[in-house]
């Protein structure tokens, strides 16, 4: 078959592209119709899940320094190979709703101020003991204590207590808080034995694979875990790799050679040179991350609202898209929320690029002379091409910009939440109330705008305690509407997230949660035979 | 061998093991004045001052920088490097890898391109001036201008994308068969050793050049001997310290200096241990690595030394 009937063939399975049109472009490569149907119905048929093989990731986001110590990931490989070896209680779907896992169920007080969540029962550990409530309470405590260094500190800070109560684990909270589920996903409450308290880097999780080989920063190997308690679900090929490639165009040769069979983080500039290697389909989908312009608040000349706004009018956000994402990504509209968020308002007016208004606030703002924009090549990729085309999109509405080109080493330490206007970017929550409370609520250590607003705080901590969902939306709407209209934060784009699959996998399913189909591409996906 | 041979070696032996005290002085005091010490890069930005006087009591900071260095000497002396901060491994076992991979690949590299470079070297020689010598050196040059990220991307494309003989991926792991290893490793091998053929081979081909001035030589020639006769019988054993001196500097290179092939390459060698490890500011590790470099460098150095004082008759059989 050809590569290129091959490719279509595959398309139309995946549901991109349609019975006719596949038809058609067949046709005119000059095959007919009847041996295209027998194409394309072999190819409908290879997506059933198939058993066994290798599966090979090749991935950018590993470093020799990496543990399998939940608590320590920062970064995507370790993460994402714990994903396969662990779990947590449950876990966000690629449509934002919640799906048990180690909680076969939970529900909370009426004040959203106790939440207890029902354990699953027969589930085993790699190393045969079965997973109890107790093990469940243990790894909270791990995470929770003052004294830990988890990276899933600041989300458990607002936990009172975790307790066992009979087959259950009952959490207390300081506050209300309707969300608690959603933290549960986090990737580092991933539940190990006795709360990894003893061993935190045994590598010993309930998941569909177990550790066999971990070599931080070279790979990370797991096989088929045959006790597995969600069956034929999750887990289809034999065994699992990951490869740390952190040179992309070394990652996108592994994918082309056939040495690995998925890789992440394709680049934007290079997506369409990579997206014609036959064999190989480019899988973006929409996310949650996104590239910010941040003023702060409180710092002339940035103190000025009408400053403010017309900085937000003179970003050409549509120019963004097209140019810095080439097209893979969709507009912001200066809030760190989009669609990908559960409980979102699409109804909030889009902001445009309009230099008459820019003009018209920045004459009212009274603001004379250049406005000092920081950025460096780590604030985010094509981030200094993004400063220039925003110095060009300004300078049409009057506004001189000058860019200064910071060093990468000591951006995030001397810069990044220092200066008073730079370049920054935000890899999303998974709900709106965890995005506004890092970096928006006044309080925040991440209050990265510097951004004190009496109404907006009120707003972001009724909504945590509200369990009406219609309520908690119309709140969320207005503090959008706040965040966009008075906030520091200049939002041009949102990122699609970019992965690339070669024509051996089988089963992708695209979600927005995190690169990869959320994390869980090594055990969703299966070689095609 | 004799007494002024022994004693020539032996201080060169006693000054390298100087040198590499002197560099660990330096090593230490490198990483000493950077801004922050060890207790605050293991509990970062979130330290509270009670956690760090603890940290620094436990781990002995607060004494004097003198005796921190005695002991950090000591510890290494009895093959102790400490803890690794980022990940808590110990640094003596997860360094033991790194080094054998990537004094695997160097040998691997040297194997190939020191005969190879003094082969051409040699030859070059035999036909100078000629078009044969041309060929040589203009290729050699050209090889060695690229920059190793160039030659590497080529290989990939062309080797491993198109043609499929080799692996792009050269990962490599322990119990791996060793044909596979090798079949691995075929691009980092190939890349390094155009990165130092030119160097060692130029050397070869000048330094046979010059001694073939000699009035010895040209007794040679009226002997009736063949070209390549005199050049291997008399011109070469003459000009063996010159071409030891630069084949020891190009293996140090490949030892301390092949990160960017490690990382094109995705190879599990030191150089890349080494950059994962300052990224984080792990003081420890990036101290056991410098002092690694530094002696693979000074022993390499040594034996160029001690190989330049062996093959000199005039050393070797005093009057």
């Known amino acids: ?529 | 061998m004799s007494t002024p041979v022994l004693k020539l070696v032996a201080q060169r032996i006693a000054m390298g093991v100087l040198l590499l005290l002197a560099v660990s002085v330096l090593i230490f005091v490198g990483t000493q004045i950077l801004p922050g010490d060890v207790a605050q890069s293991i509990l970062g930005q979130s330290a509270t001052p009670q956690a760090l006087e603890n940290l620094r009591r436990d781990m002995g900071l607060n004494d004097p920088a003198y005796i921190r260095y005695f002991r950090w000497l000591g510890g290494i002396l009895t093959g102790n490097l400490g803890t690794a901060l980022s990940s808590g491994q110990d640094i003596a076992t997860s360094l033991k890898d790194r080094l054998w991979n990537t004094l695997f690949l160097a040998s691997a590299a040297a194997v190939v391109s020191v005969p190879l470079a003094i082969g051409l070297g040699l030859l070059a020689v035999r036909y100078r001036n000629g078009p044969v010598d041309k060929i040589i050196s203009g290729l050699g040059l050209a090889s060695t201008s690229l920059p190793e990220f160039f030659t590497g991307y080529l290989l990939i494309y062309f080797v491993a994308v198109q043609l499929q003989w080799f692996p792009s991926v050269s990962t490599v792991y322990e119990g791996m068969p060793f044909g596979e290893r090798l079949s691995a490793i075929a691009l980092p091998v190939t890349v390094l050793t155009l990165v130092v053929l030119a160097h060692m081979m130029r050397m070869t081909r000048a330094a046979i050049l010059n001694v073939m001035q000699s009035a010895y030589i040209e007794t040679a020639e009226l002997k009736g001997l063949t070209p390549l006769q005199i050049i291997t019988r008399h011109a070469f054993p003459n000009a063996i310290a010159p071409i030891v001196n630069v084949v020891m500097l190009n293996l140090a290179f490949l030892i301390v200096g092949v990160v960017v092939v490690e990382v094109i390459f995705v190879y599990p060698g030191m150089g890349q241990y080494l950059v994962d490890h300052v990224a984080k500011r792990d003081v420890p590790v990036v101290q056991a690595c410098g002092l690694v470099f530094a002696a693979v460098y000074i022993s390499l150095n040594i034996v160029a030394d001690i190989v330049a004082i062996v093959s000199n008759p005039r050393l070797r059989h005093p009057k």
């Open chain 1, 1 to 529: 078959m050809s590569n290129e009937l091959d490719y279509l063939s595959r398309r139309v399975a995946l549901g991109k592209l349609s019975r006719r049109d596949f038809l058609g472009r067949a046709a005119a490569l000059g095959v007919t119709t009847v041996f295209a149907n027998s194409l394309l119905s072999s190819a409908a048929l290879a997506e059933g899940p198939v058993k066994g093989g290798t599966l090979k990731a090749g991935m950018q986001g590993g470093a020799s320094t990496d543990s399998l110590d939940p608590a320590t990931w920062q970064s995507q490989v370790p993460y994402k190979f714990g994903r396969q070896w662990g779990e947590q209680l449950v876990e966000i779907q690629p449509d934002g709703k919640l799906n048990p896992k180690l909680a076969t169920e939970w529900g909370s007080s009426d004040d959203a101020k106790v939440w207890t969540f029902k354990i699953r029962k027969g589930v085993q550990f790699h190393d045969g003991k079965e997973m109890t409530p107790d093990d469940v309470v243990a790894t909270m405590e791990r995470h929770s204590d003052a004294n830990s260094k988890s990276g899933a500190l600041g989300v458990m800070g607002g936990i009172e207590s975790v307790k066992k109560d009979g087959d259950t684990v009952v959490f207390t909270l300081k506050e209300a808080n309707a969300d608690l589920p959603f933290l549960m996903d986090d990737y580092h409450l991933m539940i190990q034995p006795g709360g990894g308290k003893d061993k935190p880097t045994a590598g010993i999780g309930t998941g569909p694979y177990k550790v066999v080989t971990d070599e931080p920063g070279v790979r990370h190997i797991g096989t088929k875990f045959p006790n597995y308690w969600d069956g034929d679900k999750r887990g289809h090929a034999e065994q699992i790799e990951i490869i740390v490639i952190n040179d992309a165009t070394a990652r996108t040769a592994a994918l082309q050679s056939g040495q690995v069979h998925m890789i992440n983080r394709v680049e934007p500039k290079i997506v369409d040179l990579v997206k014609r290697v036959p064999g190989v389909t480019i899988q973006n989908v929409a996310g949650k991350g996104h590239y910010v312009f941040i003023a702060h608040c409180n710092t002339a000349p940035f103190d000025n609202m009408d400053l403010r706004l017309a900085l937000k009018y003179a970003m050409n956000r549509e120019e963004m898209v097209k140019t810095i994402l080439r097209g893979y990504g969709s507009v912001g509209n200066d809030t760190p929320i989009n669609k990908a968020y559960p409980l979102f308002s699409d109804d909030i007016e889009q902001r445009k690029y309009d230099p008459d208004k820019a003009a018209f606030h920045y004459k009212k703002s009274g603001h004379d002379g250049a406005v000092l924009l920081r950025t460096s090549d780590v604030a985010f990729p094509g981030a200094i091409d993004a400063a220039q085309l925003y110095q060009q999109s300004a300078a049409k509405a009057g506004i001189t910009i000058e860019v200064k080109r910071e060093p990468g080493d000591g951006y995030w330490s001397q810069v990044w939440n220092k200066q008073p206007f730079s370049e920054s970017y935000w890899g999303g929550r998974p709900t709106q109330d965890q995005m506004f409370s890092t970096a928006y609520y006044s309080k925040a250590d991440w209050n990265d705008t510097r951004f004190f607003n009496e109404k907006f705080d009120k707003l972001l901590l009724q909504a945590r305690g509200e369990l009406d969902e219609a309520k908690r939306k119309a709140m969320y709407r207005d503090m959008n509407v706040i965040v966009r209209d008075e906030g520091g934060v200049i939002v041009p784009m949102f990122n699609d997230f970019i992965d690339a699959t070669s024509k051996k996998v089988g089963g992708w399913v695209p979600d927005g949660n995190q690169e990869m189909s959320g994390g869980y591409a090594l055990s969703r996906c299966w070689l095609i035979a």
